[in-house]
């Protein structure tokens, strides 16, 4: 597909009660309980277009986590925000939401079927990625970690292409915290080794044209296509991405990602990130701190 302008991507002003936004609206917190934290983006998206987000923070006794998906549903036309992604807002209607789990998110494609259709607003056997056991929202316990397969072109590759679609993958991956092993901590990130769940994990949602009038949704984490995790979505109406900040999951933040010219910020970025072994040596470069800092998290 032909690229098309960079969009500033925010959260939707209107969102569950117990989310909380920072002052750029690219960031979402859940400030109580497990629920109420479904958020909207501010703008449909444009078909290839990711909604990338990145986890920020967690908190620990809950079990379920993140959920993203698409909806045809305006927010401004909703009376009140659902107080759950799964199963409020797709019995709706004209929503796709799966919950994101440690593991099994994978789709694997039966043979003979056809995946999600359009209206069902989930797989055969639950509202979530891939098979496996769906998660509810309540105390206790974490699953065990299965890896997903390791892309095997992240480091060839400047993009992941999905069919017709081309999507930088220069922001697909988070990074560790600056620290001592960090250098350690960023190549499993890379290697898509450590659990989608996880602090830094980053994660997308978008659309790809089929024809007719319809869509696939995909899912991205951290570098890797997920599969169609939703077949034969009508895509004559606006899509809004979907973000149920749930359970486990406490906070998440908006990635930005560049799909014409690199910024200069991003060139300089890339430049020095190439000639330190260590982000920790980054303090010792006489460069301002903002750069700095951009140079050390992103």
Known sequence: ?????????????IHGTNVRLDYSGTQATRVESFANGVCFSKQPLKPGEIFLIEIEDKELGWCGHLRVGLTARDPRDLEVVPEYSIPDLTDLGDSWVFAITRNHNKIIEDAGADGQ?????GLAGGRRLGHGEAEVGGRDGEGNNNNNNNPKTFFTDSHLYIENIRVPRDKLVGRSRPGRYSHILDDLYKS??????????????????KGQDLADMHIIINGEDMGASA???????????????FAATKCVRIVQ???GFSSLQTLCRKAIQK???????????????ALKHYCKYE
């Open 1 to 13: 597909m032909e690229p098309f302008p960079d969009q500033f991507m925010e959260f939707h002003p």
């Open 117 to 121: 259709q359009a209206g069902d607003g």
């Open 192 to 209: 898509n080794a450590l659990p989608p769940t996880a602090r830094r994990s980053r994660i997308g949602v978008l659309y790809v044209p």
């Open 231 to 245: 077949k034969g979505i009508p895509a004559v109406q606006p899509l809004y991405a979907v973000v149920d900040v």
């Open 257 to 259: 990602v560049e799909y």
């Open 275 to 289: 000639h330190i072994v260590h982000r920790m040596a980054i303090d010792w470069l006489e460069l301002p701190e």
